[in-house]
């Protein structure tokens, strides 16, 4: 639906537009070019210190953090 759609665009430029707002206020710069995901494609997982996770976005690579 059309609706949807839109609104999915809406919500995205504001997601976009919260987080280049936050990053502007640490001196962080997006450059063109750059990936953005506005939403998420997972379900969110629980984390602790001492936690390692590997997220894999297949051609778009992978990125692995650990929580100290």
Same mark, same amino acid.
């Given at each position: 639906? *059309? =609706?949807?759609?839109?609104?999915?665009?809406?919500? *995205?430029?504001?997601?976009? #537009?919260?987080?280049? +707002? =936050?990053? +502007?206020?640490? &001196?962080?710069?997006?450059?063109? %070019?750059? #990936?953005?995901?506005?939403?998420?494609?997972? *379900?969110?997982? #629980?984390?602790? =210190? %001492?936690?390692?996770?590997?997220?894999?976005?297949? =051609?778009?690579? *992978?990125? &692995?953090?650990?929580?100290?």
């Amino acid at each position: 639906r *059309k =609706e949807s759609s839109a609104a999915s665009d809406v919500y *995205k430029r504001q997601a976009l #537009t919260w987080l280049i +707002n =936050e990053l +502007n206020k640490y &001196d962080i710069i997006l450059y063109s %070019g750059q #990936t953005i995901l506005t939403g998420t494609c997972i *379900k969110p997982i #629980t984390v602790a =210190e %001492g936690d390692y996770i590997v997220m894999d976005f297949y =051609e778009l690579g *992978k990125v &692995d953090c650990y929580f100290s």
